[in-house]
């Protein structure tokens, strides 16, 4: 029997999103900011058994890559997306292989025994999210999975590659073996940069990874945070950094690189090194606050709108309007969702 072949090949950390409304006073108790993404610390430990034991807790498959992959498996028609990461063996993981399944994305996990599955605790106050993860098993990924019988050839036939910046934490190597992989080969390699702590404390690792960077995807705080890291003079300047960004060295110079940067109901920034001094800039269709559920996985939303749609070879504009139209879609269900039956989005 023939192995199945995927267009898109996706890399992260699969986490267990253990998401809580109203947690005002757990932003207090933990040190958290509002908006935000943060590894947990040694003080951060205890909110995972806080929430479980004072919460009304919802458990949503989450982890960024994992989300943008279901994302795009939404979009695409089936047997289109396929997802690794490292997870332990354990019910955790079970309820991610669910959530996967429904969406019809296909994962290739490395399981880890005796380990325990990453875990992201989201804390919701009005329409911000705060996101504290303890990666466990994630953060154990081996670069050989990608060389095994089972995952080798899914990475040989995919057209298109994505990883979260979040993985830069740890598995730079892996990044760095698939990105170079997908440059010398003229395939689409993309980029999310994730988090503003990514630019702040693992910019090394980021700018070791850029050069083989096609699609680079980020929010205005993450921009702002890169801008800052790299010194650029106008940190807020969306379209600048996407330029500078889109600008900086590439290894495979037959293709541009694209850099799109969102700005939640504000607007959506697009630079391409093709035409850089042309930002483009995309208006959002806001969703009235009382449609507001969360916009846990917003972000990534976009990102699997964006990338589904490229994958199908549309254009780009075409890309960032499903990219909108799937974080419009997300941002009206708890965490990272999508609406069922499904709704026709390219």
């Given at each position: 029997m023939?192995?199945?072949?995927?267009?898109?090949?996706?890399i992260?950390?699969?986490?267990?999103d253990?998401q809580?409304r109203?947690?005002?006073?757990?932003?207090?108790?933990?040190?958290?900011?509002?908006?935000?993404?943060?590894?947990a610390?040694?003080?951060?430990?205890?909110?995972y058994?806080?929430?479980?034991k004072?919460y009304q807790v919802?458990?949503?498959?989450?982890?960024a890559?994992?989300n943008a992959?279901?994302g795009a498996?939404?979009?695409?028609?089936?047997d289109?997306?396929v997802?690794?990461?490292?997870v332990?063996?354990?019910?955790l993981?079970e309820?991610?292989?669910?959530a996967?399944?429904?969406?019809?994305?296909?994962?290739?996990?490395l399981v880890?025994k005796?380990e325990?599955?990453?875990a992201?605790?989201v804390?919701?106050t009005?329409?911000d999210?705060s996101?504290?993860?303890?990666l466990q098993?994630?953060?154990k990924?081996e670069?050989s999975?990608?060389?095994?019988?089972?995952?080798?050839?899914?990475?040989?036939?995919?057209?298109?590659?994505y990883?979260?910046g979040y993985?830069?934490?740890?598995?730079?190597?892996?990044?760095?073996?698939?990105?170079k992989k997908?440059?010398?080969?003229s395939?689409v390699?993309?980029?999310n940069l994730?988090?503003p702590?990514?630019?702040?404390?693992?910019?090394?690792?980021?700018?070791?990874?850029?050069?083989?960077?096609?699609?680079?995807?980020?929010?205005e705080?993450e921009a702002?945070?890169?801008?800052?890291?790299?010194?650029?003079p106008e940190?807020?300047?969306?379209?600048a950094?996407?330029?500078?960004i889109?600008l900086?060295p590439k290894?495979?110079?037959?293709?541009p690189?694209i850099v799109?940067f969102?700005?939640?109901?504000?607007?959506?920034?697009l630079?391409?090194?093709?035409d850089?001094?042309?930002?483009?800039?995309y208006k959002?269709?806001?969703?009235p606050?009382d449609?507001?559920?969360d916009?846990n996985?917003?972000?990534?939303?976009f990102?699997?709108?964006?990338?589904?749609?490229?994958v199908?070879?549309?254009n780009?504009?075409?890309?960032v309007?499903a990219?909108h139209?799937?974080g419009?879609?997300?941002?009206?269900?708890v965490?990272?969702?999508?609406?069922?039956p499904?709704?026709?989005i390219?």
């Amino acid at each position: 029997m023939a192995t199945p072949t995927y267009k898109l090949f996706c890399i992260g950390n699969p986490l267990l999103d253990l998401q809580v409304r109203d947690g005002e006073e757990l932003l207090r108790k933990y040190d958290l900011k509002a908006n935000d993404a943060i590894l947990a610390e040694e003080k951060h430990m205890p909110i995972y058994d806080d929430l479980v034991k004072n919460y009304q807790v919802t458990y949503v498959a989450g982890g960024a890559s994992q989300n943008a992959a279901r994302g795009a498996a939404y979009v695409l028609p089936l047997d289109s997306v396929v997802y690794t990461g490292c997870v332990g063996d354990d019910d955790l993981a079970e309820q991610l292989r669910a959530a996967n399944k429904r969406e019809g994305l296909h994962e290739r996990y490395l399981v880890k025994k005796g380990e325990k599955t990453g875990a992201c605790a989201v804390v919701i106050t009005g329409h911000d999210r705060s996101l504290v993860t303890t990666l466990q098993a994630a953060e154990k990924f081996e670069k050989s999975h990608l060389s095994s019988p089972e995952v080798a050839p899914l990475v040989d036939a995919a057209k298109v590659f994505y990883v979260e910046g979040y993985f830069l934490t740890h598995g730079t190597e892996t990044i760095l073996e698939v990105s170079k992989k997908a440059s010398a080969s003229s395939k689409v390699f993309a980029l999310n940069l994730s988090a503003p702590f990514i630019a702040q404390f693992f910019n090394v690792q980021l700018q070791s990874v850029l050069p083989y960077c096609d699609v680079i995807i980020g929010n205005e705080t993450e921009a702002e945070a890169y801008a800052s890291a790299t010194g650029l003079p106008e940190p807020k300047d969306l379209a600048a950094t996407a330029r500078a960004i889109a600008l900086s060295p590439k290894a495979n110079m037959s293709q541009p690189r694209i850099v799109i940067f969102t700005h939640g109901a504000e607007s959506t920034v697009l630079v391409s090194s093709a035409d850089p001094d042309n930002a483009k800039v995309y208006k959002v269709t806001p969703i009235p606050d009382d449609q507001i559920v969360d916009t846990n996985g917003a972000g990534d939303a976009f990102a699997g709108g964006f990338l589904g749609a490229l994958v199908a070879g549309k254009n780009l504009d075409d890309c960032v309007d499903a990219g909108h139209k799937m974080g419009a879609m997300c941002v009206q269900l708890v965490g990272p969702q999508f609406k069922w039956p499904k709704v026709q989005i390219l």
